[in-house]
Nanobody, 128 residues
Framework: QVQLVESGGGLVQAGGSLRLSCTTS????????MGWFRQAPGKEREFVAA???????????YYADSVKDRFTIFRDNAKNTVYLQMNSLKPEDTAIYYC??????????????????WGQGTQVTVSS
């Protein structure tokens, strides 16, 4: 069993920045694929970013086109925490952001169905 707890959401003006954190517990963290998804009102939950173990101490980050060059995902294995640094925020980034863990790390990082464990979500609101 894996527990995920997110923090760092809030209200920010367009062009501003936020950093989300997701701390995990309960199982080995280092080989998990960790992802961030978001869901806006009336929309499907969509992929934002993921960081996947590539072997050894190597990890690869992946991003949705809509956030590439603005968001950065990174992890601190010593703290069992994954972060999402969000810069140049836009009103269309407004959503509930969810952290997710894929303990098998063999499937498609962009599919929400690959992730077995989810956090409770944190609200991000970007005002224009």
């Amino acid at each position: 069993q894996v527990q995920l707890v997110e923090s760092g959401g809030g209200l920010v003006q367009a062009g501003g920045s936020l950093r989300l954190s997701c701390t995990t517990s309960g199982r080995t963290f280092t080989t998990n694929t960790m992802g961030w998804f978001r869901q806006a009102p009336g929309k499907e939950r969509e992929f934002v970013a993921a960081v996947k173990w590539s072997g050894g101490n190597t990890y690869t980050a992946y991003y949705a086109d809509s956030v590439k060059d603005r968001f950065t995902i990174f992890r601190d294995n010593a703290k069992n925490t994954v972060y999402l640094q969000m810069n140049s925020l836009k009103p269309e980034d407004t959503a509930i952001y969810y952290c997710a863990a894929d303990t098998h790390s063999g499937g498609s990082y962009g599919s929400r169905y690959e992730y077995e464990y989810w956090g409770q979500g944190t609200q991000v609101t970007v005002s224009s």
